[in-house]
């Protein structure tokens, strides 16, 4: 059985990613970037599915692990029979395709360890070839080819390459495994002393450029690192987590790929990288943007991979069990063929974000945002699938329609505060019109609070949105009773569930529940913190931190009658609310209210 979610910690090296355990399994590698082919698979099923076993022969007493300073650079310190090792855990950022360096310690006393690999190419269902060279081990299988060094050798034994070894304090012993195309010569292979120093200095000097000083400096700084491990750096591209599968609700089916870059999350991320000082993270992520998003408006996705692709094939891998048995596995999201409107206001907000802080201009951003209100001006009366991806009938989602407004909302700010050339007289009459029905049709009396979709009574916390986009001023009635409401209906254990229970039952036909949604969580201490709510906020913003793992992760949902993780780990859309919530509280000015700052008469 796999560690608990929590129980993981990543490496990266801003193509792919590894998940490795507090006993010293990697789990969970993607080949050659975040979503091709598993090499190891143990997350979603067992040992023989894959992972890299480096602890001490038997197991350890105790461990303790950090990343060092301010990188993404693990050491684990095991306390074992005869002594104390650490394993020292990497991914170097230069290599021409992913390697992961393990380095054991000895740091007191001798202690034996053990190596267990066992590699399973394609999520667990390629067996590679396994030749001893010159060079060093090959593992071989289609497409792929890992090499492993280091200074011991691995014997075959059923189906696993073991190697055993002991290490006396002051003694080193270095490995490396390293990924090329099965049909190129081995690639070099890496001193692991130096890859070290190189990787730490590397993200040290990234995170030197940061700018935030404030009350939660540290967790800021390592959501940042996570964000930064989860950027795809040939393209820009953020993907959403590290992993595919990962329950919503443990045993469920609520099982997703999380591996691509989500438009949803380009506002928030922006204004992440951007509050914090990372101006070129952030600009590289708009022109991702402006890449992936060419063509006919019509065509708008709500996700691409992480070099833009458009087609992500959803398929089940029937061979894995799933985490804990939550099968099915699934490779690729259908959701990607959905509908949903306000990915359109989130791009032109992006990029009016990106204008107001001088992020500096692309020719072609004003031609696309005109061209993507052109489609809006006739695609906003129509119903979506909305935020939450249901599978199912689409609603006039309250959410879709607000993130509509905005599009408007921003382009017209584009024409008055920038010079930039449109009909900001025919966008004025847009939003006033989008404006009204919503206050009118989204709006449920007997509730006193707006609700999912037009005609609902069901409650979403996608609304919580309305004042942080400028929708709402903060402390508008309506808002204080929908805020009201979503505490009194949605708050489980201090956090926010995305809806209630059954909120969406005959729409998308999943059984089974979920956990709080951590983000949502963070939108809340937002509200509350605009709406003069501090001492809340504050306490709301320290439940969510007290939530990171002992080496400062988040994933997606927090399942509080289990009192543990679920969902898709880590989750770079709870690591960007945690960046900006921490902004709204210690700023005089925070990212919610620039967001939301809008002229008066707006709506």
């Known amino acids: 059985m796999p560690a608990r979610i929590e129980d993981y910690a990543m490496l990266g090296d801003t193509r792919t990613a590894a998940l490795v355990s507090r006993e010293g399994s990697v789990d969970w590698l993607c080949v050659p970037r975040f979503d091709g082919g598993s090499c190891f698979a143990a997350l979603l099923g067992d040992p023989s599915h894959g992972r890299w076993l480096l602890a001490p022969a038997g197991g350890a007493r105790s461990s303790v692990r950090a990343y060092l300073d301010d990188t993404m650079v693990l050491r684990t310190e095991h306390a ?8 020292t855990d990497l991914m170097p950022l230069d290599g021409e395709g992913p390697a ?13 360890m053990r190596s267990e690999l066992v590699v399973r190419f394609d999520y667990g269902a390629v067996v590679p ?8 081990l ?7 080819a890992l090499w492993l060094r280091g200074p011991v050798e691995h014997e075959g034994v059923g189906m696993t390459s073991v190697a055993e070894f002991a290490v006396g304090a002051g003694e080193r012993a270095a490995f490396s495994l390293s990924w090329a195309p099965a049909h190129r010569p081995p690639p070099p292979d890496p001193d692991a002393a130096q890859a070290l120093r190189a990787t730490l200095a590397a993200w040290h000097d990234w995170t030197a450029a940061g700018t935030f000083a404030g009350e939660w400096a540290p967790l800021v700084r390592r959501s940042l690192l996570t964000l930064k491990a989860l950027t795809y750096a040939p393209t820009g591209g953020v993907v959403a987590a590290a992993t595919t599968s990962l329950p919503e609700d443990v045993g469920g089916v609520r099982n ?30 708009r022109d991702w943007l402006l890449r992936a998003v060419a063509g006919d408006p019509a065509d708008l996705q709500i996700m691409y991979g992480p070099g833009g692709e458009r087609r992500l094939p959803e398929w089940e891998v029937e061979w894995l069990p799933g985490y804990e048995q939550s099968a099915p596995v699934r490779v690729g999201n259908a959701a990607v063929r959905q509908f949903q409107l306000d990915v359109y206001g989130e791009v032109v907000d992006a990029m009016h974000q990106a204008r107001r802080v001088g992020v500096a201009p692309d020719p072609a951003a004003w031609a696309l945002q005109k061209t993507l209100l052109d489609f809006l001006e006739g695609a906003w009366r129509d119903p979506d699938e909305g935020i939450w991806e249901v599978r199912g009938p689409r609603q006039h989602f309250t959410h879709s329609k607000v993130l509509a407004w905005v599009a408007f909302d921003r382009a017209i700010h584009a024409v008055e505060r920038f010079g930039l050339e449109g009909p900001a007289d025919r966008w004025r009459a847009r ?15 007997e509730r006193r609070a707006f609700t999912q979709h037009y005609g609902s009574d069901r409650l979403d916390a996608s609304v919580l949105l309305m004042p942080l986009v400028g929708f709402l001023p903060p402390r508008d009635p309506r808002v204080l ?12 254990d201090g956090l926010v569930l995305r809806y209630g229970e059954g909120a969406l039952g005959g729409v998308d036909g999943l059984p089974g529940g979920e956990g709080a949604f951590l983000p949502c969580s963070f939108w809340l201490a937002d509200v509350l913190a605009m709406q003069g709510r501090t001492h809340e906020a504050r306490a709301l913003f320290s439940r969510l931190v007290a939530l990171t793992n002992d080496v400062g992760l988040l994933s997606e949902e927090y399942d509080t009658t289990l009192g543990r993780m679920v969902g898709n780990f880590p989750q770079a859309f709870s690591h960007v609310g945690l960046v900006n919530t921490a902004h709204n509280l210690s700023a005089p000015v925070g990212p919610a209210a620039h967001r939301s700052a809008r002229d008066p008469g707006g709506s």
């Not at 992961?100 to 034996?112: P, S």
């Not at 070839?129 to 060093?136: A, F, H, K, Q």
């Not at 939003?431 to 009396?445: D, K, L, Q």
């Open 431 to 445: 939003r006033s019109e989008i404006h009204a029905e919503v206050c009118e049709r989204a709006w449920n009396a």
């Open 256 to 285: 997703w790929d999380y591996r691509y870059c989500w438009l949803r999350d380009a506002t928030f991320t922006l204004y992440a990288l951007l509050s914090a000082g990372f101006v070129e993270e952030a600009a590289a992520w």
């Open 80 to 87: 074992a029979d005869g002594g104390r090792v650490a394993v």
């Open 138 to 144: 090959l593992l071989v299988g289609g497409p792929d």
């Open 481 to 492: 009773g929908t805020v009201e409401a979503i505490g009194r209906d949605l708050v489980r």
């Open 100 to 112: 992961l360096i393990r380095i054991v310690d000895g740091l007191e006393g001798r202690v034996t």
């Open 129 to 136: 070839w396994v030749l001893r060279r010159e060079e060093g």
